[in-house]
């Protein structure tokens, strides 16, 4: 069992910036990757970023590519996303989550194992 803690989230004006963390615990867990997804009312969960938890490999979805950034810190099983010139339309629910063996897609949000409880963001215009 690994549980995901979010913190971060909260209301920020357009144009302005937050950051994310995701930290993992639980006993004898081990880390393939983690993601972000989000899901704003009335719309299906949406893949944000992605990152394997060794070498350089991070993806991120089409409509936050250039302003987000994920990172890790391994040694504290953590995962960041660096947000920056939010959007309204970013307003939504923001979940990590965690996969442990290891896989070729990590965009969709059935490859993943556990999942945070999630964090609001809210962009105001």
């Known amino acids: 069992q690994v549980q995901l803690v979010e913190s971060g989230g909260g209301l920020v004006q357009a144009g302005g910036s937050l950051r994310l963390s995701c930290a993992a615990s639980?006993?004898?867990?081990?880390?393939?990757?983690m993601g972000w997804f989000r899901q704003a009312p009335g719309k299906e969960r949406e893949f944000v970023a992605a990152i394997r938890w060794s070498g350089d490999d991070t993806y991120y979805g089409g409509s936050v590519k250039g302003r987000f950034t994920i990172s890790r810190d391994n040694a504290k099983n953590t995962m960041y996303l660096q947000m920056s010139s939010l959007k309204p339309e970013d307003t939504a629910v923001y979940y990590c989550a965690h996969r442990s063996s290891f896989g070729l897609v990590l965009t969709t949000a059935r490859e993943y194992d556990y999942w945070g409880q999630g964090t609001q963001v809210t962009v105001s215009s």
């Open positions: 639980g006993r004898s867990f081990s880390i393939y990757a």
